[in-house]
């Protein structure tokens, strides 16, 4: 193997004001003498492209099998390309300010798209290759519940367009309501894209990692962007709390000053009122942290945590138990539609796992704690369904593809955690820190 030497290009801290250096540049010739990633391997590209694909099994339900496992087929092969090639070369021809300047850009098109789409797909929606893309719901039911909270109505008091009850936790009302300003609390999905792109700016000392990551989000998982042009807050909830872990982690890890710990974990606690399954990822911060500072910080931590999230959540529910439709919404619409005892059994394995998980692997370091994240939130999805099949008291199996949507949450922590094992190269700094 041939080993390229590049000049380090220091890159800004903040993920702000990137400027295009185009006096520099790695000939084409170099592609070949690109070095294989030291951090590929088979098992890491696996989690990878399950955490990829999938989620966006949900949007194939009506399709036969020899198209979707075509469609499994030409994925698996066009990331591992990706993974293996395309990488290596885009390292050899991008350096980090240019990259910087195309993560502008990415995200910056990615908002046109939907400033232009979202208006039509939210009222009259459109087909694609028989994918009914529009008028979704969770979007609707977010901006309205945003809308009564800002003109201080009980937020639960609204009901979506379709006559649904509004599901989001409390949580998810408070993190998207500075957005309103911009009229579509949907934007707030592309703010924490750029904090996507932020921390694996960060966690690899590279913004070109980061950068592929999110261009595989785009190429490789449909679901992400169905989810972005429909306004889902799906992808909002699961980047808050990816981002509020890994801030308290890393806090925990530099041992900072005590008020930027509290801040951290309090912000964690009103990022995990988003969503209840969440819940389940705190065993897993309680020990990471534990390794990191010891016991009783783990304990200080994880307390301030789960009190804001009761200070977050039961002020809605104490002030009307019988309105609070988050709950009347997990158990009588979506666990009705899975096999008997769903609600219960499942989150308990999850729980279990996320504490063994906690307790028998290294959660100090930043991919293996990513990648139990990914885990814990996958056996939710995956064990519904594959609960869905082996128990009694299950409904139709075509019916049942579209819980794969819910591996939004996981997806994130699959793809960010993974894509540290392979997108990378041996003499990285994040090689010998994380790993």
Known sequence: MIRIKVKRIPIPFLFCGPLVNLSRHYPLAEFEKVRTEAGFSWKSYAGLAASLIVPSLSLFKKFSPVFLILYLGLSVVFLFLYSKYFYPFVRARVNPPRADFLSFVTVAVLVAFFVVIYSRIDTQGFSLFGIRVGAADTDNGLQTAVELLTKGKYPYSGQIFTGQPISQMPG????????????????????????????????????????????????????????????VDSIANSLSILTFLLLLKTSAERHAPPYQKYLFAALLGLSLSSRINFILLVPLIFFAIAKLSGLFEAVKMTLVSLLTFLLVTLPFYFYDPQGFTPLYTLHTIQFSKVFKYGQLLVP????????????????????????????????????????????????????????LQYGVFFMFFGVLGFGLDIFKSEGDSLASKHE
């Open 172 to 231: 998810s009302l408070l993190l998207a309501a500075p957005f309103l300003f911009l009229r579509y609390t949907a934007f707030q999905n592309f703010f924490w894209i750029v904090m996507f792109l932020f921390l694996g700016k960060n966690l690899f000392k590279d913004s070109r990692p980061a950068l592929l990551m999110v261009w595989a989000l785009i190429l490789f998982s449909p679901v992400f962007l169905v989810h972005l042009l429909t306004g």
């Open 348 to 403: 308990c394995i999850a729980g279990v796992a996320s504490v063994l998980l906690g307790i028998l692997t290294d959660n100090s370091r930043t991919s293996t704690f990513l990648k139990n994240c990914a885990l814990v939130q996958a056996v939710l999805v995956l064990g519904t369904e594959i609960g869905h099949f082996v128990l009694p008291g299950g409904n139709d199996p075509l019916k049942m593809t579209w819980l």
